[in-house]
């Protein structure tokens, strides 16, 4: 039997502490291994505790700014096998790129209005513990949004049509969505998607964190508006 994931929570809301407690603790395959309510209180508990996720607030003391980002880059470089999501009232762009601007895997970006319930939640626990990445489509499509229209910078080693699909990948379009935009079969649009995941250096990740990580890449050196 697989050992249970074992969850870190850091919210300095009480009622939203005690349901994220009550959440992890009605899974058969989660374990508790402590709750926080501020930045430095989190990353004592991690050094403690050593879990396997960490879910955090975004905003809590000291400063309600961006602890949570703060946290998951501190164990980036501490604490490397541990995975974060981050719940966030906002969906800010800049903020997401910060989590996942080092790399995608075990890391999720949720926001907690469009979080349907405790079932999507663990699922995005679950993901990120197994090397995954989540991301709320309203980030990307913010994202999106902001650099409609702009023309790609520094992504120039890609060819025209890998170009057109990265561009449909950051749309939220599937192969198959992309494909048919495109006049492409599917075999076509993987031999494109794996030629642009080798010149952007994504050989090692599993292929959802290449896809979520191309995407990123691409929208980021968008120049700004």
Do not use: C
């Not at 494909?179 to 990740?205: T, Y």
């Amino acid at each position: 039997m697989a050992s249970a994931i074992r969850v870190a929570l850091a919210e300095d809301h009480a009622l939203v502490r005690d349901g994220l407690v009550r959440l992890v603790e009605s899974e058969t395959d989660m374990e508790l291994a402590g709750v926080a309510s501020d930045l430095p209180g989190l990353l004592a508990l991690v050094e403690k505790e050593d879990p396997d996720v960490v879910v955090t607030d975004i905003r809590m003391p000291p400063n309600r700014a961006d602890e949570g980002i703060q946290a998951a880059a501190w164990m980036r470089v501490n604490r490397p096998q541990t995975a974060v999501v981050v719940l966030s009232q906002y969906a800010t762009p800049a903020l997401a790129l910060a989590l996942l601007g080092d790399g995608s895997a075990g890391r999720g970006y949720l926001l907690k209005e469009r979080v349907a319930g405790a079932a999507e939640l663990a699922s995005a626990i679950r993901t990120v513990a197994d090397g995954g990445s989540v991301i709320d489509p309203t980030v990307v499509d913010d994202l999106v949004r902001s650099r409609a229209g702009k023309r790609d910078s520094d992504l120039s080693w890609l060819t025209p049509r890998e170009s057109e699909i990265l561009a449909g990948m950051a749309q939220g379009r599937s192969n198959s969505g992309i494909a048919e935009h495109l006049s492409l079969s599917e075999r076509a649009v993987e031999k494109h998607i794996n030629s642009l995941f080798a010149k952007l250096g994504l050989r090692e990740e599993r292929d959802v964190n290449r896809r979520v990580k191309a995407v990123l890449l691409y929208l980021n050196e968008q120049p700004p508006g």
